[in-house]
């Protein structure tokens, strides 16, 4: 089957060009705002964790059958609180959701120095195959940095429902 020649290459370059830096834009804002709330969350427990466990020394060693009950309740908290933790992995989602968007962000750098080099080839067909390869890898690398989160954690794409509806596979 032969390739079918594009009507207007520039326009298609600039079109893969400005839907591969949507998709990235996208993902990353994603990453940032979940590594926030990771963070946030894996800090204030960790805090707690802390203020809560050293009170229950102090509680412990103050006269009167409150400060058993206070001590007790402290351990509880402090049982409660580390579970929460456990359960939940804020310290380990927060490493994992910063590595992905490192490693998006530095695909982006690397992806905006290959289209610096497109002016280099001979003709627009020749930088529009490398744009689509370009394109086409890009969303591959894309898809392993978002290696085991699932769709309903993923941000929804417009680029990759355009894409899509456009193949008409997925």
Not at 58 to 73: C, D
Not at 79 to 97: A, D, E, K, M, P
Not at 141 to 149: A, L, V
């Amino acid at each position: 089957m032969a390739k079918q020649r594009a009507a207007n290459p520039q326009g298609e370059i600039d079109n893969l060009i400005q839907r591969l830096n949507t998709l990235c834009h996208e993902h990353i804002a994603w990453y940032q705002s979940k590594k926030r709330v990771q963070r946030r969350l894996f800090y204030a427990s960790s805090a707690s964790l802390i203020i809560v466990g050293s009170l229950i020394s102090v509680l412990g060693n103050l006269p009167g059958e409150a400060s058993r009950i206070a001590s007790a309740f402290s351990g509880v908290a402090v049982v409660i609180l580390t579970g929460l933790s456990s359960l939940f992995r804020w310290q380990s989602n927060w490493i994992h959701y910063t590595d992905a968007q490192d490693r998006l962000e530095f695909l982006f750098v690397r992806v905006q120095a290959q289209f610096d080099r497109l002016h280099a080839l001979p003709n627009d067909e020749a930088r529009l195959e490398a744009m689509r390869h370009i394109f086409d890898r890009s969303l591959a690398e894309i898809q392993i940095i978002r290696g085991g989160e699932t769709k309903a954690t993923m941000p929804y794409s417009k680029v990759e429902h355009d894409d899509q509806s456009q193949d008409g596979k997925r």
